[in-house]
């Protein structure tokens, strides 16, 4: 007699697998720590995507506010990051990223996961890496360093965002 | 999660397929040295990738891979005759040598040539490090040898061993490079398991439940360091290689020897889980290979004259409800290679990765898949993958404490590079 491991784990077996959505779309939060990024975030807003929400950091004089939309508009850090299952900060390597701490600590008393993204093309020097990791690695819960931008759509692809 | 067809390019690797072309880059294992392990020894069937082959070592030594069946009625040259340099098909007295050529077809003219154009597909087969390995992709792009350094150091500082996996390669690999289930799944073992326990980082390991996890890319794959708190402020750093397409090696402990794995496609349904170990600084303990042999740490008790694992699917793993429930094993699976193993099976023979809710801490995972993913992409293009030259191979796993403003990229550079005679960077 076939054990209970043996008869459900062959292949004709997979079909019976229960066909309902398992989970409900994450809210994540996309956030450009620096110019850079902001191009890169600006360029994945444009696809299609279930509960991602893409947003700068970056402050100019016209927006000096904490969080911005992608549209130029403050935004609440409080109240986007309170509306979050997740957050992902998007950096440039060799940029600065200490604006994260403010997120982070937002992050940390609402009890979410903080991702932060860094992409190095070129593969800078660890000096010049460090000024963007270092702030990053001090307040997330996962650091990636990747090569290309094409990293940060297949990570959120991956996460359903 | 992935695209229905993103998880058919990864997890098919039979001929003709993209991820086959990729596998097919590489010196992969064949089969364990020991399987051959004289000349004019019995031929060993082996499915990698999806083709049935025979390995065979003739009368001067030499290893052959080739296409498992006589060209003449389809017969498994298993049966055949090792015999004076070539392998005699029983039925009728075909004989092919290591390359598959075929060297009398006894039917014909004593003057016949017939023979000179019947040639069954082979691969090279070389031996290194107590493996036999083969490339099955196009002669003309054939790579150097590997160069992994436990293939390289003195066999008595080295064992290796295999066993069969009942579901694709990939699930297997997946597992290697989750550093997040260690603390739960292998808890148990951590301070138990004769090539485990002892160690100052387990104490670290259970010391700190939240650890935090970085990724960063390596020429021949990934680096990935997870970091818990150690004394003064300071990171304790458990950093596992990734050299594609399925090399890793667990970041290790104390002075034990130092464990990794390959996970090579059978076909698509099954895989070689391929463990070793190795020191590079003295020779493995009689203890130490007792120990493997018995099936602890990475490894497994084999049902007598095979590669299949006694605890298996067909008795549901021998599952010790009572020690689950008593807190001794925490999914009741005894043996960190089969409580791996047992759950890798239990999704089914390929995953159905469309269903899947991944979450930030399988970063590891994702960054694989993508780099495969183009790595195919590339290949299609005609570039040479990722893991393919064998400064890739040169790479070691560390375990080290670092100043909390250090990258371990760049703290532990020396500990993730082999060093001629240097022990591995370990707490």
Redesign the interface.
């Given at each position: 007699m076939?054990?209970?491991?043996?008869r459900?784990?062959?292949?004709e077996?997979?079909r019976y697998?229960v066909d309902y959505p398992?989970?409900t779309p994450r809210r994540i939060r996309i956030i450009a720590l620096d110019r850079s990024a902001e191009g890169v975030v600006r360029r994945l807003a444009r696809g299609a995507w279930n509960g991602a929400s893409f947003m700068t950091a970056v402050r100019g004089e016209a927006a000096p506010d904490w969080l911005g939309s992608l549209a130029g508009d403050a935004l609440n850090l409080l109240e986007q990051i309170s509306a979050a299952d997740?957050v992902?900060t998007v950096s440039t390597a060799g940029e600065s990223a200490e604006d994260v701490a403010i997120i982070a600590e937002v992050c940390h008393s609402r009890r979410i996961?903080l991702?932060a993204l860094v992409i190095d093309p070129d593969a800078l020097p660890?000096a010049q890496?460090?000024r963007t990791?270092?702030p990053l690695?001090?307040c997330?819960?996962?650091?990636?360093?990747?090569?290309g931008e094409?990293?940060v759509e297949?990570?959120l692809?991956?996460?359903?965002a | 999660?992935?695209r229905r067809e993103q998880n058919d390019l990864l997890t098919q690797t039979g001929p003709g397929t993209p991820g086959g072309a990729l596998f097919r880059s590489y010196w992969i294992p064949a089969l364990l040295s020991e399987e051959l392990p004289e000349n004019e020894c019995p031929p060993v069937r082996v499915k990698l990738l999806s083709e049935r082959l025979l390995a065979f070592r003739d009368t001067q030594g030499r290893y052959g891979l080739i296409d498992e069946f006589c060209a003449h009625r389809g017969v498994s040259l298993w049966f055949g005759r090792n015999e004076e340099n070539g392998l005699r098909c029983p039925y009728h007295g075909w004989k092919y040598d290591v390359t598959g050529q075929c060297l009398e077809v006894p039917s014909e003219p004593a003057e016949s040539t017939f023979c000179q154009r019947v040639k069954l597909k082979s691969y090279p087969l070389v031996e290194r490090g107590g493996i036999l390995w083969t490339y099955m992709g196009d002669p003309a792009r054939q790579p150097p040898l590997p160069e992994f350094e436990f293939a390289l150091v003195p066999p008595a500082h080295r064992f290796v061993a295999k066993r069969i996996q009942?579901s694709n390669w990939l699930q297997a690999l997946e597992g290697g490079i989750d550093s997040s289930h260690v603390s739960w799944l292998h808890r148990g073992e951590l301070n138990s398991d004769p090539l485990f326990k002892g160690s100052k980082g387990n104490q670290y390991n259970l010391d700190d439940a939240r650890p935090?996890?970085?990724?960063?890319?390596s020429p021949g794959g990934l680096y990935i360091g997870v970091r818990r708190n150690a004394e003064n402020g300071n990171y304790y750093w458990r950093i596992t290689p990734w050299v594609m397409p399925s090399f890793t090696m667990i970041p290790p402990r104390g002075d034990h020897p130092v464990h990794g794995h390959f996970w090579i496609p059978i076909d698509d349904?099954n895989c070689w889980t391929w463990s070793f170990d190795y020191h590079v600084r003295r020779a493995l303990t009689e203890t130490e290979v007792q120990a493997m042999r018995d099936g602890k740490s990475i490894y497994v008790q084999f049902v007598p004259g095979t590669f299949r694992p006694l605890a298996n699917?067909?008795?549901?793993?021998l599952i010790d409800r009572p020690a689950q429930k008593a807190g001794r094993t925490y999914s009741g699976v005894w043996g960190i290679a089969m409580q791996d193993a047992?759950l890798q099976?239990?999704?089914?023979?390929?995953v159905?990765r469309t269903?899947e809710?991944?979450?930030?801490?399988?970063?590891g995972i994702?960054?694989a898949?993508?780099r495969m993913l183009k790595a195919i992409k590339g290949l299609e293009a005609g570039a040479a993958p990722p893991g393919v030259e064998t400064a890739h191979h040169r790479v070691r796993s560390a375990a080290v404490v670092l100043a909390?403003?250090q990258?371990f990229?760049?703290g532990a550079k020396d500990a993730l590079a082999v060093r001629e005679g240097v022990a591995h960077a370990t707490v």
């Open positions: 076939l054990s209970q491991s043996a459900a784990t062959a292949a077996e997979a697998r398992n989970a997740a992902v996961m991702t660890d890496l460090l990791v270092t690695r001090a997330a819960s996962m650091l990636v360093v990747a090569k094409e990293y297949a990570m692809t991956a996460l359903r | 999660m992935l009942e935090v996890f970085e990724v960063v890319e349904h699917k067909d008795n549901d793993y047992s099976e239990s999704m089914g023979p390929i159905d269903k809710n991944l979450v930030s801490t399988d970063n994702i960054m898949r993508h909390p403003d990258p990229i760049d």
